[in-house]
């Protein structure tokens, strides 16, 4: 009969690391474990401390933010890495304009995969309007009568649609007829950015620094509805496997690619599927609110992406569950620090 000996425990504390030895039988079974580092008040006092509080934690909420955050630094600092931000929703209404223009300034970001409404809002605000806060204890219907378009507690005016509308109109009018039948949508937006005086604008950014704006869903949007109005009077085509040519052209020469994901969905899933060609992402963070029960690409964890292979076997990457507003600059700020 075997003899059933208990295992001898023995333990080493490290300052912030328990090794754990149990032998039996002539084996060693060794398992490191990364203790709990608590917040304490009194030394998180800066964002850049705040975050290394969070990589302290380690687990949960705190430690997927943590290892987010590393990621991000990775991806920000290493110059064999091209790195996408892809949004969809309320991003740039939702005050991360100026955030993001600064990204493609400071050449962090190398190319945005983007909704379509993101752009609208960029232009919104560079042709002279703006994005305001919904007065309280006002509801949808006299927000419509008084012409403003809700988003969350976030409203639009008419008349800065109308400002925006006289922008794009004003620009189509420049344009060649040979150039408005043979334009990729990028490189629409490029042109576009270099007529915009507004310096903190995302596309003027974009367009005075070299970094692609690609938009698979930009007619789902105010501006893909003047394209059409537009069409109506002379002719105009935008060529959408045009883009992917070039896109593809971009992430093929690459040695590494990098994306920071901001909500799911079209961008998410044009993200990722554009890099299958090369074995798909070296490097990942996703925020998002959605769920995965559903089986949405939104709430779909990354490490789908493998068997899909947009995500490399061997790939870094971190879902973050929350809001994008609150947690990417946050993220940005720790990436950067």
């Not at 000996?5 to 690391?17: D, G, H, I, M």
């Amino acid at each position: 009969m075997p003899s059933r000996k208990r295992p001898r425990l023995a333990s080493t504390l490290y300052a912030n690391r328990i090794t754990y030895h149990e032998s039996q039988n002539d084996s060693l079974l060794v398992a490191l474990l990364d203790k709990i580092n608590h917040v304490n008040p009194e030394t998180t006092t800066s964002i850049s401390e705040f975050v290394d509080a969070m990589s302290g934690v380690g687990v949960l909420g705190a430690g997927r933010f943590g290892r987010a955050t590393s990621i991000t630094k990775r991806i920000f600092e290493d110059p064999e890495c091209f790195t996408f931000l892809s949004m969809s929703g309320p991003m740039v209404p939702g005050g991360l304009r100026t955030l993001i223009s600064h990204l493609v300034e400071k050449g962090i970001i190398d190319t945005i995969i983007t909704s379509g409404a993101n752009i609208v809002h960029d232009l919104v605000e560079a042709y002279g309007g703006g994005h305001y806060r919904v007065p309280p204890s006002k509801d949808d219907h006299e927000l419509r009568e008084a012409g403003m378009g809700r988003i969350a507690d976030i409203f639009v005016h008419e008349r800065d649609f109308e400002l925006f509308e006289k922008g794009i109109y004003t620009f189509l009018d420049t344009l060649s007829e040979e150039q408005l039948t043979t334009l990729a949508p990028s490189e629409f937006l490029t042109k576009l950015g270099h007529t915009l005086g507004d310096t903190t604008s995302i596309v003027k950014q974009a367009s005075e620094h070299g970094v692609p704006i690609f938009s698979p869903g930009l007619m789902d949007s105010m501006l893909g509805f003047h394209l059409y109005t537009y069409s109506t009077t002379k002719n105009l085509v935008l060529d959408f496997v045009k883009d992917l040519r070039i896109l593809g052209d971009i992430v093929a020469k690459q040695k590494k690619t990098g994306a920071i994901m901001l909500g799911g969905g079209l961008t998410k899933h044009f993200t990722m599927g554009s890099t299958i060609l090369r074995g798909g992402l070296d490097m990942a963070v996703q925020i998002t609110l959605d769920r995965p029960e559903g089986g949405s690409l939104g709430g779909a964890p990354l490490v789908e992406g493998v068997s899909w292979q947009k995500m490399q076997s061997e790939a870094n990457f971190e879902t973050v569950i929350g809001d994008a507003t609150i947690i990417f600059p946050l993220l940005v700020i720790g990436g950067l620090s």
